[in-house]
């Protein structure tokens, strides 16, 4: 846990220093495309950008210290609260994303596994090619059509927080769940077929089949078992990384989550804001992967920290 | 039996009745800042016309016409302006609309907009003898004051309660709080999200028919929601197809044709006047510190070429050889002929008399801006086609808009020409274009130094009779022609789709949400 703190540490400074290397000056993008440089000049000291930049990153610092990220520029609103209210849909499009590509893709890499070089076997190695090579807005748009525009059995685009219904939450969030999985599925199907196939040739399977236990048992308690320490580390990514990668798909079906909000705060150069989702996703990835190093502890006994 | 059925019906009935009229919109642009007199974006200005209400108006045909002001009077010597507020004016707290709200809101105005700025250098000071008047006492007499006040375009001079206006104008403010046709909901507010208007019973619309920003304000929708989150040109056309969304603000020029098949979906030009493109040269650094270079390069950027590149539908463009908004009162083709008469021929033999040495032309390319993105390719082309070195840089806009404050030679960081878009109000006459002035380093970008233009658009501020202005601001253009200020490159408009059953578009300048009605 204590390893969380220099990690994290380290990833402020960068992200303070790239920002103020990159070009583009939050001043001149607030003051809109009439003013002059007087004004943005004005604006500039109102934001404290005239101010050494040791002096800028002291201040932050010593905010973040404190728990507060700081305020957006542009909402005035605590970086905090923004990030609280883009969370819930991110949160809401991952878990769903996950949950369906677990669901779907750990069974279909089980069953390759257990026949492979059968057609089942090269479906699913055909259908994981596909999956990976398919842009995610390619396959959103094509869905949409199908499904929002000629089937007109689900919304084009939109979210609506869970208070706002369950039934409406789920019909809004499942394309583009949908759509994210897909990448997903291919990915952990992939990696569950080659894991569960690596345990299938062992000899303790073969003892399993010779005592006589149903296939399903011997796949399931036996291989599937011996075979999650690497599923797991792949879906653990998978989490880390789709909290901070729906970009696209946030902004193809219209979801205000934390990717819209990063690349919104990075087009307008709202630095407090950008310094603040980026420490936050850090520590999520720093938490995740924590949590996955945990869950070996369960899933094979014979790890020990 | 029939006892249940008349039950049913009454209910049925009072359902679709009692059902709210929510009319949602995609705007154009992220709504960020929602102080429209501390920034000049045009989503804060559009938010600025759904909350508050102007002094005056401007029509669809560019004439001052009052809107809060019900009367007024100007005195013989023209320096003494006194103003009559109509009745019923009430801010969305309950309180009156007063003379001191007036004024509180126009001096912070004068102290933001560049318009307001000019006029405040006539004003000797303002008062209001009783809460329903104010007035205006000028040190000598100005030909814009109601142009001023009615201005269309960012910034509005919008009004305010005291308690707010009298926030400095260098810090923004708090509340939005106004008299306007609609209620801003905070509590609503989510940024990149959703911003939601309801409709303010309280608001007393005029009686006249409207027209532009002028006219009556009436409110048929109780409550105006803008999409935020929706900014995909595709999926806003799929949203629109499928009635999820009523409005699109500005479709990309591509999904027209796409437009165009759907049913349920019609295109409405609510504002003919539209925009203008320009290509501006910074004047501080070669080679666009000399005059001639920068006459060559207006002779080479022709207008179709840009229009039929970044714009490709005939009837949504049209050549204009004015740096004012061609169909206003200033529009006019005097001393366009570098440009308009020119060819690329006539351009090489310039650039070639010109002394050019070969310095390379930063040129920005914003590649994160639909409607202006296709800009700098023609650009650097016809300017290639003259004979100069082109050095394209592609970033996003703003980038551009950052790099283009800066001073610094282009090799450091500087640039030699950006290109952008203006809504027809704001340059459609010369103190609104910030585009033509001579100030030097206090210009608008790319910092123009001309005593000249600066006299002449002096004379126009002072000018009182609309002949005489119109004479000048023929003399300003052609001389803004011949320093060659920046080049003019067409202007287009960019229809709203919406869907067939919201009709009551007041036709004029800029996105306004009164009048609407939703079927």
Same mark, same amino acid.
């Given at each position: 846990?204590?390893?969380?703190?220099?990690?994290?540490?380290?990833?402020?400074?960068?992200?303070?220093?790239?920002?103020?290397?990159?070009?583009?000056?939050?001043?001149?993008? =607030?003051?809109?495309?009439?003013?002059? @440089?007087?004004?943005?000049?004005?604006?500039?000291?109102?934001?404290?950008?005239?101010?050494?930049?040791?002096?800028?990153?002291?201040?932050?610092?010593?905010?973040?210290?404190?728990?507060?990220?700081?305020?957006?520029?542009?909402?005035?609103? %605590?970086?905090?609260?923004?990030?609280?209210?883009?969370?819930?849909?991110?949160?809401? /499009?991952?878990?769903?994303?996950?949950?369906?590509?677990?669901?779907?893709?750990?069974?279909?890499?089980?069953?390759?596994?257990?026949?492979?070089?059968?057609?089942?076997?090269?479906?699913?190695?055909?259908?994981?090619?596909?999956?990976?090579?398919?842009?995610?807005?390619?396959?959103?748009?094509?869905?949409?059509?199908?499904?929002?525009?000629?089937?007109?059995?689900?919304?084009?685009?939109?979210?609506?927080?869970?208070?706002?219904?369950?039934?409406?939450?789920?019909?809004? /969030?499942?394309?583009?769940?949908?759509?994210?999985?897909?990448?997903?599925?291919?990915?952990?199907?992939?990696?569950?077929? @080659?894991?569960? /196939?690596? !345990?299938?040739?062992?000899?303790?399977?073969?003892?399993?089949?010779?005592?006589?236990?149903?296939?399903?048992?011997?796949?399931?308690?036996?291989?599937?078992?011996?075979?999650?320490?690497?599923?797991?580390?792949?879906?653990?990514?998978?989490?880390?990384?789709?909290?901070?990668?729906?970009?696209?798909?946030?902004?193809?079906?219209?979801?205000?989550?934390?990717?819209?909000?990063?690349?919104?705060?990075?087009?307008?150069?709202?630095? #407090?804001?950008?310094?603040?989702?980026?420490?936050?996703?850090?520590?999520?990835?720093?938490?995740?992967?924590?949590?996955?190093?945990?869950?070996?502890?369960?899933?094979?006994?014979?790890?020990?920290? | 039996?029939?006892?249940?059925?008349?039950?049913?019906?009454?209910?049925?009935?009072?359902?679709? &009745?009692?059902?709210?009229?929510?009319?949602?919109?995609?705007?154009?642009?992220?709504?960020?800042?929602?102080?429209?007199?501390?920034?000049?974006?045009?989503?804060?200005?559009?938010?600025?016309?759904?909350?508050?209400?102007?002094?005056?108006?401007?029509?669809?045909?560019?004439?001052?016409?009052?809107?809060?002001?019900?009367?007024?009077?100007?005195?013989?010597?023209?320096?003494?302006?006194?103003?009559?507020?109509?009745?019923?004016?009430?801010?969305?707290?309950?309180?009156?609309?007063?003379?001191?709200?007036?004024?509180?809101?126009?001096?912070?105005?004068? %102290?933001?907009?560049?318009?307001?700025?000019?006029?405040?250098?006539?004003?000797?000071? =303002?008062?209001?003898?009783? !809460?329903?008047?104010?007035?205006?006492?000028?040190?000598?007499?100005?030909?814009?004051?109601?142009?001023?006040?009615?201005? *269309?375009?960012?910034?509005?001079?919008?009004?305010?309660?005291?308690?707010?206006?009298?926030?400095?104008?260098?810090?923004?403010?708090?509340?939005?709080?106004?008299?306007? *046709?609609?209620?801003?909901?905070?509590?609503?507010?989510?940024?990149?999200?959703?911003?939601?208007?309801?409709?303010?019973?309280?608001?007393?619309?005029?009686?006249? #028919?409207?027209?532009?920003?002028?006219?009556?304000?009436?409110?048929?929708?109780?409550?105006?929601?803008?999409?935020?989150?929706?900014?995909?040109?595709?999926?806003?056309?799929?949203?629109?197809?499928?009635?999820?969304?009523?409005?699109?603000?500005?479709?990309?020029?591509?999904?027209?044709?796409?437009?165009?098949?759907?049913?349920?979906?019609?295109?409405?030009?609510?504002?003919?006047?539209?925009?203008?493109? =320009?290509?501006?040269?910074?004047?501080?650094?070669?080679?666009?510190?000399?005059?001639?270079?920068?006459?060559?390069?207006?002779?080479?950027?022709?207008?179709?070429?840009?229009?039929?590149?970044?714009?490709?539908?005939?009837?949504?463009?049209?050549?204009?050889?004015?740096?004012?908004?061609?169909?206003?009162?200033?529009?006019?083709?005097?001393?366009?002929?570098?440009?308009?008469?020119?060819?690329?021929?006539?351009?090489?033999?310039?650039?070639?008399?010109?002394?050019?040495?070969?310095?390379?032309?930063?040129?920005? %390319?914003?590649?994160?801006?639909?409607?202006?993105? %296709?800009?700098?390719?023609?650009?650097?082309?016809?300017?290639?086609?003259?004979?100069?070195?082109?050095?394209?840089?592609?970033?996003?806009?703003?980038?551009?808009?950052?790099?283009?404050?800066? +001073?610094?030679?282009?090799?450091?960081?500087?640039?030699?020409?950006?290109?952008?878009?203006?809504?027809?109000?704001?340059?459609? &006459? #010369?103190?609104?274009?910030?585009?033509?002035?001579?100030?030097?380093? +206090?210009?608008?970008?790319?910092?123009?130094?001309?005593?000249?233009?600066?006299?002449?658009?002096?004379?126009?501020?002072?000018?009182?009779?609309?002949?005489?202005?119109?004479? /000048?601001?023929?003399?300003?253009?052609?001389?803004?022609?011949?320093?060659?200020?920046?080049?003019?490159?067409?202007?287009?408009?960019? #229809?709203?789709?919406?869907?067939?059953?919201?009709?009551?578009?007041?036709?004029?300048?800029?996105?306004?949400?009164?009048?609407?009605?939703?079927?």
């Amino acid at each position: 846990m204590l390893a969380t703190i220099p990690v994290l540490l380290i990833v402020a400074v960068l992200v303070f220093l790239l920002l103020r290397l990159t070009p583009g000056d939050p001043a001149a993008i =607030m003051a809109g495309d009439a003013a002059t @440089a007087e004004q943005i000049e004005r604006i500039r000291a109102g934001l404290g950008l005239d101010r050494p930049i040791v002096v800028q990153f002291g201040i932050w610092l010593a905010k973040v210290l404190s728990g507060d990220l700081g305020e957006s520029f542009y909402y005035r609103i %605590k970086v905090t609260t923004l990030i609280g209210q883009r969370l819930e849909p991110t949160f809401a /499009l991952a878990s769903l994303t996950i949950l369906i590509a677990v669901v779907v893709s750990i069974p279909l890499g089980v069953l390759a596994a257990w026949r492979f070089g059968g057609w089942l076997d090269r479906a699913l190695m055909g259908f994981s090619v596909m999956g990976f090579s398919v842009p995610v807005f390619v396959l959103a748009y094509l869905l949409i059509w199908l499904v929002s525009l000629k089937l007109g059995w689900l919304p084009v685009q939109g979210y609506v927080r869970i208070s706002g219904g369950f039934f409406l939450f789920l019909k809004h /969030l499942i394309l583009p769940a949908i759509t994210l999985s897909v990448i997903y599925i291919a990915l952990i199907a992939r990696v569950t077929r @080659a894991s569960v /196939l690596e !345990a299938l040739g062992e000899d303790y399977i073969r003892t399993a089949r010779a005592k006589g236990l149903p296939e399903v048992r011997v796949l399931v308690r036996h291989a599937l078992a011996n075979a999650a320490v690497p599923i797991a580390t792949v879906i653990g990514i998978g989490i880390a990384i789709l909290i901070g990668g729906v970009v696209v798909t946030e902004s193809v079906y219209a979801i205000p989550g934390l990717g819209r909000l990063t690349v919104d705060a990075v087009l307008a150069r709202d630095f #407090p804001t950008i310094q603040g989702v980026i420490l936050f996703f850090s520590f999520v990835y720093v938490a995740v992967n924590m949590l996955i190093d945990l869950s070996y502890v369960f899933l094979d006994p014979r790890i020990r920290y | 039996m029939r006892k249940l059925l008349a039950v049913v019906a009454f209910a049925v009935a009072f359902g679709a &009745n009692g059902q709210e009229k929510v009319l949602r919109v995609v705007p154009h642009s992220n709504l960020n800042i929602l102080d429209p007199i501390w920034t000049t974006q045009y989503m804060a200005r559009n938010h600025g016309y759904m909350v508050y209400d102007t002094l005056f108006g401007t029509d669809e045909k560019s004439r001052v016409q009052p809107q809060m002001v019900d009367k007024w009077t100007v005195s013989q010597d023209q320096k003494q302006w006194s103003f009559t507020l109509r009745s019923g004016l009430a801010f969305h707290d309950g309180k009156p609309v007063t003379g001191e709200d007036v004024i509180a809101s126009l001096s912070r105005w004068g %102290k933001r907009d560049a318009m307001g700025q000019k006029l405040m250098t006539f004003v000797e000071k =303002m008062d209001s003898p009783d !809460a329903k008047t104010f007035r205006i006492f000028l040190r000598e007499p100005c030909g814009f004051v109601l142009e001023a006040l009615g201005k *269309p375009s960012s910034n509005v001079p919008f009004i305010m309660p005291k308690r707010v206006a009298d926030t400095p104008a260098d810090k923004q403010i708090e509340e939005a709080v106004g008299s306007g *046709p609609y209620i801003f909901r905070k509590e609503e507010f989510k940024p990149g999200d959703k911003a939601v208007y309801v409709r303010n019973p309280k608001y007393v619309p005029r009686k006249d #028919p409207p027209s532009g920003t002028a006219g009556g304000k009436h409110v048929y929708v109780d409550r105006v929601e803008w999409n935020l989150a929706l900014r995909d040109a595709q999926s806003q056309v799929n949203a629109l197809a499928k009635g999820e969304v009523d409005v699109l603000e500005r479709p990309a020029f591509e999904s027209y044709e796409q437009l165009k098949q759907i049913a349920d979906v019609r295109l409405v030009t609510k504002d003919p006047l539209g925009f203008q493109y =320009m290509g501006r040269f910074n004047h501080l650094h070669p080679p666009f510190n000399n005059p001639k270079v920068r006459q060559a390069a207006i002779a080479a950027m022709a207008q179709e070429p840009f229009l039929r590149a970044q714009v490709g539908i005939k009837e949504f463009y049209r050549g204009c050889a004015s740096m004012f908004t061609c169909g206003t009162p200033y529009g006019s083709a005097k001393g366009s002929e570098i440009q308009s008469k020119s060819n690329m021929k006539k351009a090489q033999e310039l650039l070639k008399a010109s002394g050019y040495d070969g310095t390379p032309v930063v040129i920005l %390319k914003p590649t994160d801006l639909a409607a202006i993105q %296709k800009l700098p390719d023609v650009a650097a082309q016809l300017l290639r086609q003259a004979g100069f070195k082109v050095d394209l840089q592609a970033m996003d806009w703003n980038t551009v808009v950052s790099r283009r404050a800066k +001073k610094d030679p282009p090799a450091q960081g500087g640039w030699n020409i950006f290109l952008t878009a203006w809504v027809a109000p704001d340059i459609w &006459n #010369p103190l609104t274009n910030a585009a033509i002035g001579g100030a030097g380093e +206090k210009s608008w970008f790319g910092w123009p130094s001309d005593a000249q233009l600066e006299k002449l658009r002096d004379e126009f501020a002072r000018a009182t009779d609309d002949a005489g202005k119109k004479a /000048l601001a023929e003399r300003i253009q052609a001389r803004a022609f011949e320093i060659g200020t920046h080049a003019p490159l067409g202007e287009y408009v960019n #229809p709203l789709a919406v869907r067939k059953n919201v009709t009551g578009w007041v036709i004029g300048p800029g996105d306004h949400y009164w009048n609407v009605k939703k079927n």
